[in-house]
């Protein structure tokens, strides 16, 4: 009766505190709040955006300036509203990123692009909204379209990569893009360079002139741009680097090698370890023996 009681206590304690944890309102961490749209809100960001909250928000959120949003606890919101309005890009763009309370998330959903292009439609409600100067933060936006070639330019001697969008049929360079470049090693790859895409969407890598290559100097690079979505891998094998001859086994002191005999301590040891080893196994072989000896006479 008493244990009974205890439990029940200590369940409805258990689901009080569990409860109250995820009615919590997650805040958004300042860092998130000031992030910014990588591109300007226009008609075209704006009538994509549309689309996207047609297909993917209006089913709770309504059609923003109509408050006929689904009836759900908390209430998802008029996006045209003041309180909705009140959020900063840098927030919208988490909520969307990490869902809130009924609210799933949207990151396999959309990708970064489509959901700023969601808040460009959001603001589109708001007459007082001025978009906040573009921050360059290193994180790249990268459609489906995105494509990135790393070659080999001969007469400056230098390794380039190119990164361009496909926009409405042509190819539109991507500035401001940092790429990292890599060289494959027997284990993993090795970070050799690192460089930005200017104005024409072209990356310049200073590398180094020292990197040993295979036996014919040939390096193989791999390129990839930095950033949480979608990134982009270009691979490329040129002639860039030492000639480097394969390590031959037998040119270094080794227990088989007969050009370089082991040094005589360390055979000495070693035979000395080996010596000694059977010797204790054979001292306890005889001393088995004795006590089988033992035990046969007694019985
Ligand atoms: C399944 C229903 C549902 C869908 C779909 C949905 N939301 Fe929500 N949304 C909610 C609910 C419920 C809340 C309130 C959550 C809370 O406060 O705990 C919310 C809150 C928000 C907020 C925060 C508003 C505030 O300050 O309280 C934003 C921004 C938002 N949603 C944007 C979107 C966008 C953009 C989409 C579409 C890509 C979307 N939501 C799709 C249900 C939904």
Redesign the pocket.
């Known amino acids: 009766m008493q244990l009974n009681r205890i439990l029940i206590a200590s369940i409805t304690l258990l689901i009080i505190s569990t409860s109250s944890l995820f009615s919590q ?1 997650t805040s958004v961490p300042s860092e998130a709040k000031n992030k910014t749209a990588p591109f300007l809100f226009t008609p075209e960001t704006i009538k994509t955006g549309e689309q ?2 047609n297909a ?2 209006k ?3 309504g059609d923003p300036g109509k408050a006929n949003y ?1 009836k ?6 008029d ?1 045209a509203s003041p ?2 309005q ?2 900063s890009d840098g ?2 763009f988490y ?2 990123s990490n869902g ?5 998330n ?1 990151v396999n ?2 990708n970064e692009a489509q ?1 700023w292009q ?2 460009s439609y ?1 603001r589109s409600f708001n007459k007082s909204y001025k978009q906040p100067p573009i921050k360059s933060t290193g994180e790249v936006v990268k459609t489906e379209t995105a494509k990135m070639i790393l070659a080999f330019d001969k007469s400056e001697k230098k390794v380039f990569a190119t990164i361009t969008d496909s926009v409405a049929g042509l190819r539109k360079p991507l500035p401001d893009i940092t790429i990292k470049l890599f060289v494959k090693r027997t284990f993993g790859s090795l970070l050799v360079a690192e460089a930005s895409t200017g104005k024409e969407g072209i990356a310049y890598f200073n590398t180094p002139a020292d990197i040993p290559g295979d036996s014919l100097g040939f390096l193989s690079l791999i390129a990839k741009t930095q950033g949480n979505s979608k990134e982009l891998i270009s691979t490329l094998n040129e002639k860039l680097g030492v000639v480097t001859k394969p390590k031959n086994l037998l040119d270094q002191r080794a227990w088989w090698n007969v050009n370089k005999m082991a040094p005589v301590w360390l055979i000495i040891s070693y035979l000395f370890g080996v010596v000694g080893i059977g010797i204790t196994v054979v001292y306890i072989l005889l001393q088995l023996r004795k006590i089988k000896k033992i035990n046969d006479s007694a019985t």
């Open positions: 309102t996207i909250f993917n928000c089913s709770c959120h689904a759900l606890n908390p209430i998802p919101k996006p309180e909705y009140k959020n927030e919208m909520i969307l809130r309370g009924l609210m799933p949207f959903t959309l959901r969601v808040i959001i």
